[in-house]
């Protein structure tokens, strides 16, 4: 496993999503844009709790789905959200500079209760269930913005309203 190419890439990623998550208009927090969808501040809370999962992978040698809330009350004021945020970067970055190449190469487990949902490398972990699902969330919280009418910032180069400007 190479740290540094981890250390980068969730760097990058991390950077972007708070980029995103400076635009939610409060407005519009209990906002969603179908009925099985969660609400805009719902959707940006989960992009926090993605960020908790990820920091158990480096706290814990399994993470049991069954022992936590499925939902937690989404919060509703952008300085909350990104003040989390940036205490779960922080503590993150921490737990990252601090782990060595054989703890990222270390068996993970994703459970629920008994049930196991995967075992992989803390670091193939990390990849999928950590920054991989909070890009795909951080992805539909474009489209939330996007429908309203909220310039969606560019991640991996300029978006239609970086070019626009």
Avoid at 114 to 142: C, D, K, N, W, Y
Wanted: charged share 30%.
């Amino acid at each position: 496993m190479d740290k540094q190419l981890i250390i980068g890439d969730a760097a990058h990623e991390l950077t972007h999503t708070r980029r995103i998550l400076e635009r939610l208009p409060e407005e519009h927090m209990s906002w969603k844009p179908h009925e099985k969808s969660m609400t805009l501040g719902g959707l940006a809370t989960h992009l926090i709790n993605l960020l908790n999962w990820q920091i158990a992978i480096f706290q814990y040698p399994e993470f049991d789905l069954s022992t936590v809330a499925l939902r937690r009350e989404p919060l509703e004021k952008r300085a909350d959200i990104l003040e989390e945020f940036d205490a779960n970067v922080d503590k993150f970055q921490k737990l990252l500079a601090e782990c060595d190449e054989r703890t990222l190469g270390e068996e993970w487990t994703l459970r629920n209760g008994s049930h196991v949902i995967l075992r992989e490398p803390r670091a193939i972990a990390l990849r999928t269930f950590g920054i991989s699902h909070m890009v795909h969330h951080r992805a539909q919280l474009g489209v939330y913005l996007r429908l309203l009418d909220i310039p969606v910032p560019g991640f991996y180069g300029p978006s239609a309203d970086d070019e626009a400007r």
